[in-house]
């Protein structure tokens, strides 16, 4: 499973990059204000600057929503960094523009899917990635994990490549019952990805095995 990790946050993209666990970084335009980053250029030093602190896999959102903006948005994007996924909202003109994208082999990541159909069309389309919002599924009382296992099945019947890009995780059981289905991606705050790391019984273990160290060394 892939490890993304959702913030515009340079320090928090640099210490999940040390942990050395981590396979890219998403981005959207409430995360990027969230910096405090307005302005064109000022967008794209930025994602500049994730390009230089990860491996690769760096989604970028277009803002744009009708075809030909997107494309153009798109293509300029891409430009930025290799690195770069161009993430492109499941809308009718987000759809098309996935198309597009796919035949010249820059990748992308379909954002804002809520629906298995909408789950298909972008796997239809040529998505590299695919992201269902859970958490948000969540909020309006829609199972978000259910649709995991939905889109997991129906991906499969049919061998899409497009990959499950579980997004809107908002703790660790998201993150965990996403890999139990089969996700190929997560993509969650770091608070998520370092929480995996806590176990009360790895702390006192530790405690012990130090203390017992201890007694013989002093
Ligand atoms: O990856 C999508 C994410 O940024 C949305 O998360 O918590 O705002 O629903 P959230």
């Not at 990959?163 to 998201?174: D, E, G, W």
């Amino acid at each position: 499973m892939k490890f993304f990790i959702d913030t515009a946050n340079l320090n928090e993209i640099l210490e999940a990059q040390e942990l050395g666990v981590l396979d890219g970084v998403t981005t959207n335009p409430s995360l990027m204000a969230k910096e405090g980053i307005s302005g064109k250029d000022k967008v794209f030093s930025h994602y500049k600057s994730i390009c230089n602190i990860v491996d690769d896999n760096v989604s970028a959102e277009v803002i744009a929503t009708e075809y030909q903006d997107i494309i153009r948005e798109g293509e300029e994007l891409a430009e930025i960094d290799e690195k770069i996924v161009v993430k492109v909202p499941m809308i009718k003109d987000g759809v098309r523009a996935i198309k597009y994208f796919s035949e010249r082999e820059i990748r992308t990541n379909c954002t804002l899917v809520f629906s298995a159909g909408q789950a298909l069309l972008a796997a239809k389309a040529g998505a590299t990635y695919m992201s269902p919002f859970i958490g948000r599924l969540d909020d309006v009382t829609y199972d978000g994990l259910k649709l995991i296992e939905q889109i997991r099945i129906i991906y499969d019947n049919y061998g899409y490549p497009t990959q499950i890009l579980a997004a809107s995780i908002r703790h660790t059981i998201h993150l965990i019952k996403s890999a139990e289905i089969g996700a190929d991606v997560a993509t969650c705050p770091l608070n998520v990805i370092t929480g995996l790391l806590k176990h009360p019984l790895t702390d006192i273990g530790l405690e012990k095995f130090l203390a017992d160290h201890r007694k013989v060394n002093s």
